[in-house]
């Protein structure tokens, strides 16, 4: 091994021969040129690495992107031996998201079931969490208006914004529910909810992304990092609260409205007053 560190070292190789010791340089005639340093095999085959460092991180899906799509089929039908796969950051990136995925998926288990106790209902907690696909397709949009790709960072985001935007749709429903049980026809008790909850749903909504918008605007390298959990959490919120105020109470009256139909009628006296705004 240690006659192989430099050039003329390697000349001194001594080789056996039929007729005795010879030395490499007498037996063949050595050039200069480049070569790989190591080779390296999988199961058999030869493997190259390629590794490159993206400006800013964020563009990198979108480079392989391009790179799937305009150079690897190129060289796949050049060479019909090739074959290739993503490490590094792009396969923790998808590690990640199989993580995160089941990580959603017990989430929504838990909240379906910490709803579904309380309110002694398996219909209701679906109604209190139906904003929770329109936060989703804000939190997207909120990608595209800001001009950032989708990152890990972003569905850490999605996940905690997942837990909070049922709480507007949670206050409202709760709130219906205890004006139903008074006497009050259900009509009547989700409009006296939308109205009188309408301001603490608002503010809570309003609060929450003025609370985001420093990190969102935010500019310097060190809290870029943040700024797609940031748009996940800040336009998921607000897309789902306008969701939760227009379709929950629609909702509610449609569950009301098949519960009626397998329900009998019960014949009640007991006055309505006028809802004040």
């Not at 037996?27 to 199961?43: D, L």
């Not at 690897?72 to 990136?93: N, T």
């Not at 995925?101 to 579904?116: D, E, K, N, P, S």
């Amino acid at each position: 091994e240690e006659e192989r560190m430099s050039e003329s070292t390697f000349e001194e190789l001594v080789l056996l021969a039929p007729k005795g010791e010879i030395q490499l340089r007498n037996a063949v005639e050595t050039i200069t040129g480049r070569a790989y340093t190591s080779i390296k095999r999988t199961n058999g085959r030869r493997e190259i690495s390629v590794t490159a460092n993206v400006r800013p991180p964020s563009q990198a899906e979108n480079i392989l992107k391009d790179m799937k799509k305009d150079i690897l089929p190129d060289l796949l039908s050049r060479y019909p031996g090739l074959s290739y796969s993503f490490k590094g950051r792009q396969a923790d990136i998808k590690e990640s998201i199989s993580a995160l995925l089941r990580g959603l998926g017990m989430a929504l288990l838990c909240v379906f079931a910490l709803l579904a106790i309380p309110f002694k209902s398996y219909l209701q907690p679906f109604i209190i969490m139906f904003c929770i696909p329109f936060g989703m397709i804000g939190a997207i949009a909120g990608h595209i208006i800001m001009g950032y790709s989708l990152s890990i960072m972003s569905l850490f985001g999605l996940v905690a914004m997942s837990g909070v935007v049922v709480n507007d749709s949670l206050v409202l429903i709760d709130f219906a529910n205890r004006r139903y049980r008074e006497g009050i026809p259900a009509l009547y008790a989700v409009h006296s909810a939308g109205i009188q909850r309408f301001r603490p749903i608002l503010l809570t909504t309003l609060t929450t992304c003025g609370g985001l918008a420093p990190i969102i605007s935010e500019t310097s390298r060190q809290a870029r990092f943040l700024i797609p959990m940031a748009i996940s959490l800040g336009f998921g919120i607000l897309f789902a609260t306008l969701i939760t105020l227009l379709m929950v109470p629609c909702l509610y009256m449609i569950l009301e409205d098949i519960k009626g139909l397998f329900a009998p009628k019960k014949n009640t006296n007991k006055a309505v007053s006028m809802i004040e705004e």
